[in-house]
């Protein structure tokens, strides 16, 4: 790949990096596009680290990118899973609430409401008994139209789709630098790394757009990116969460979740299911200074306890350890998705996305979207 030119260099082969890929290249035919990666494999970060929960967007305030784009997101993720036959489930989701908590499910539903979801209802007690039987709750919302997915495959299929429409895909391409040599005209130093960690010597190609979605790196990628202001960049705020899995039979049939955090820091540790049935617990709120996906078994305790407020027969035996995952946050609490464009900083043909966490997986092919016509007047001649 030494020294050639593309018209599009995406950063970044997460959900968000290959959902890019496969909607320029199917806008524009002709174009050629390649996807760094430094990992030896696609997604292998965020993106197949989280709940594989499908949301409806209710948690976000109106009008906010998060909102607009999960709404968007969730519209076309179910469509694009049909087309395709991507494993999901719309299984739907109760939103629980303990004695005291009742009033924040109504300020949910008005939110929610004002973003565009009408498809929430009210459940009284036995209505939630009848729906799910060992669950305490003293009132829910039911939202049906969220769902679970199986990120894999519809990563997997992305990047099928992106491929045949003549996408290069780099793994163990590791994104060094990129300077902007005029409008349109970006120079990117890379490095390829080997199976044993060692880098070769770097080479450098050239691209007319430029498209940073490197997740939790980046900040990074957008700091080695000259001619951009850095005060520009945010702050990264990682953020760390578990996820303990319950062995033998779910007790629940639906997805469940606590009230929110008071304090907008997350959405509660919370029941999910797989496509198997398995059911999970996860994710708590860890702040962290650097990327360490262990499971500390110690945590149990705590889970357990928490979850018993809506689960009370839980036998904290069956909980094991399953999983972590890392948020790239830019506040200690609710920060919306941060797309900067030409308009941000001056530099036409570069997108930097920071920020994108939950609900990133939804809404993937909506951000997908709206990068492209951020992008259609740089479309390749």
Avoid at 16 to 38: D, F, M, N
Avoid at 174 to 193: H, K, M, W
Avoid at 200 to 206: D, K, N, Q, T, Y
Avoid at 255 to 270: C, E, K, M, N
Wanted: aromatic fraction near 6%.
């Amino acid at each position: 790949m030494s020294r050639q030119t593309f018209d599009v260099c995406i950063v970044g082969a997460g959900i968000v990096g290959l959902a890019l890929a496969r909607a320029l290249s199917a806008r524009w035919p002709r174009a050629t596009v390649l996807v760094l990666e430094q990992n030896a494999d696609i997604g292998q970060e965020t993106s197949s680290r989280n709940s594989e929960v499908i949301h409806a967007g209710l948690y976000y305030p109106p009008q906010s990118l998060k909102a607009r784009l999960c709404v968007r997101g969730n519209a076309l993720l179910y469509e694009y899973c049909a087309q395709h036959d991507i494993p999901h489930q719309r299984l739907g989701k109760l939103i629980v609430a303990q004695a005291g908590e009742e009033p924040a499910l109504e300020t949910l539903q008005t939110a929610a409401r004002d973003c565009g979801v009408d498809s929430l209802t009210e459940l009284s007690g036995a209505a939630i008994r009848k729906l799910e039987p060992q669950l305490r709750a003293s009132a829910a919302l039911w939202s049906p139209d969220t769902g679970i997915i199986d990120s894999h495959a519809l990563m997997q299929r992305l990047q099928h789709e992106a491929e045949n429409n003549g996408v290069l895909i780099a793994p163990r391409s590791r994104f060094l630098r990129a300077s902007c040599q005029g409008p349109g005209v970006f120079d990117v130093d890379v490095e390829t790394v080997n199976q044993t960690g060692s880098a070769a010597e770097p080479f450098r190609l050239r691209s007319r757009m430029l498209i940073n979605c490197a997740g939790l790196s980046s900040q990074q990628v957008a700091a080695a990116t000259g001619g951009i202001d850095q005060a520009l960049i945010p702050h990264l705020h990682l953020v760390k969460g578990h996820y303990f899995a319950l062995s033998g039979r779910s007790p629940f049939r639906h997805l469940i979740y606590p009230v929110p955090d008071a304090s907008q820091r997350g959405l509660g540790v919370h029941a999910t299911l797989d496509l198997a049935g398995q059911c999970r617990f996860g994710p708590d709120i860890e702040p962290v200074d650097k990327v360490d996906y262990s499971v500390d078994e110690s945590r149990k305790a705590v889970f357990a306890d928490t979850i018993r407020s809506y689960f009370p027969d839980l036998d904290e035996s069956r909980l094991h350890a399953a999983y972590a995952g890392i948020r790239p946050r830019l506040g200690s609490s609710y920060a919306d998705f941060m797309i900067q464009d030409e308009y941000v900083h001056g530099c036409p043909g570069l997108i930097q996305l920071f920020g994108i966490e939950s609900p990133g997986l939804t809404a993937s092919l909506a951000l997908a979207e709206l990068v492209t016509l951020k992008l259609q007047d740089q479309a390749p001649l």
